[in-house]
Nanobody, 124 residues
Framework: QVQLVESGGGLVQAGGSLRLSCAASGRTISRYAMGWFRQAPGKEREFVATISASGGTTRYADSVKGRFTISRDNAKNTVYLQMNSLNPEDTAVYFC?????????????????WGQGTQVTVSS
């Protein structure tokens, strides 16, 4: 079992930045691909970013490409999401997920473990 705890969310003005962290416990995540998803009020959860187990491959949703960066520190068992140039449309609960496979994935059903989420609110 892998337990995931997100942190770093909060309230930020449009144009600002936040860095989300996802701390894993229970198992080392060095052989797990990781992903970030988000769910805005009244909307379905959507893919944001994913990173392979080695960190060598990253993929992003078109809506965040060029603004968000996913990274990982396997020694710290932690995954990060650096979010820059935030806008109100980025307001959502952000979830971290772990996939029992080394290749990155963009679909929810590819992931086996999920965190509880952290709220990100961007004011205009």
């Amino acid at each position: 079992q892998v337990q995931l705890v997100e942190s770093g969310g909060g309230l930020v003005q449009a144009g600002g930045s936040l860095r989300l962290s996802c701390a894993a416990s229970g198992r080392t995540i060095s052989r797990y691909a990781m992903g970030w998803f988000r769910q805005a009020p009244g909307k379905e959860r959507e893919f944001v970013a994913t990173i392979s187990a080695s960190g060598g491959t990253t993929r992003y949703a078109d809506s965040v490409k060029g603004r968000f960066t996913i990274s990982r520190d396997n020694a710290k068992n932690t995954v990060y999401l650096q979010m820059n140039s935030l806008n109100p449309e980025d307001t959502a609960v952000y979830f971290c997920a772990a996939r029992g496979g080394v290749t990155s994935a963009m679909t929810e059903d590819s992931y086996d473990y999920w965190g509880q989420g952290t709220q990100v609110t961007v004011s205009s």
